[in-house]
T-cell receptor, first 112, second 108 residues
Framework: DAGVIQSPRHEVTEMGQEVTLRCKPI?????LFWYRQTMMRGLELLIYFNNNVPIDDSGMPEDRFSAKMPNASFSTLKIQPSEPRDSAVYFCASSEGLNEQFFGPGTRLTVL | SQQGEEDPQALSIQEGENATMNCSYK?????LQWYRQNSGRGLVHLILIRSNEREKHSGRLRVTLDTSKKSSSLLITASRAADTASYFCATGGNKLVFGAGTILRVKS
């Protein structure tokens, strides 16, 4: 298996622009997670899905953030409009049940 | 707030030495996990220890769990330069909460 795939790996955008991050989980995994990592706040869980259904989005910082999982093999995290404080590394992870999570390589987002 | 807190924040040792990292958490848990993150990469799962286990081994890794003290430790024996990374403990089942991590540097 190729592991969790994220795209793009790097994204540089200007404040106010829409940003879409993409994730393909490992086939057969029924949980998908979106995390954000910054030096100041560490690794934070934003939202997670079970069988394509959002279960807990309490970590989503504000309404500018939204996430979807239209099918078992694809998820997106969208920021609209983006702000400089959104600059971070965003990770997607997937798991099979209540077991270890497999992380993707991350998307490094820079908002100017 | 973070559930797990690692100690020390940073650790620098010579190749061949053992490295010990500690994690303390606040609430009761079903299991505790340790992850490694190499610079610029995603996290990699190392080991999971359940609340009814006291010790677990995986290769050069040894994890202990003391639920009465709400603490866990990760021991890496005979460290190698390739072990240089950040190490995180995480609790919370599917809604994992990660600590701030310990930065380990192994000098060759």
């Amino acid at each position: 298996d190729a592991g969790v795939i994220q795209s793009p790996r790097h994204e540089v955008t200007e404040m106010g622009q829409e940003v879409t991050l993409r994730c393909k989980p490992i086939s057969g995994h029924d949980y998908l997670f979106w995390y954000r990592q910054t030096m100041m706040r560490g690794l934070e869980l934003l939202i997670y899905f079970n069988n394509n259904v959002p279960i807990d989005d309490s970590g989503m910082p504000e309404d500018r953030f939204s996430a979807k999982m239209p099918n078992a093999s694809f998820s997106t995290l969208k920021i609209q409009p983006s702000e400089p404080r959104d600059s971070a590394v965003y990770f997607c992870a997937s798991s099979e049940g209540l077991n270890e999570q497999f992380f993707g390589p991350g998307t490094r987002l820079t908002v100017l | 707030s973070q559930q797990g807190e690692e100690d020390p924040q940073a650790l620098s040792i010579q190749e061949g030495e053992n490295a010990t990292m500690n994690c303390s958490y606040k609430t009761s848990i079903n299991n505790l996990q340790w992850y490694r993150q190499n610079s610029g990469r995603g996290l990699v799962h190392l080991i999971l220890i359940r609340s009814n286990e006291r010790e677990k081994h995986s290769g050069r890794l040894r994890v202990t769990l003391d639920t009465s003290k709400k603490s866990s430790s990760l021991l890496i024996t005979a460290s190698r330069a390739a072990d240089t990374a950040s190490y995180f403990c995480a609790t919370g089942g599917n809604k994992l909460v990660f600590g701030a991590g310990t930065i380990l540097r192994v000098k060759s």
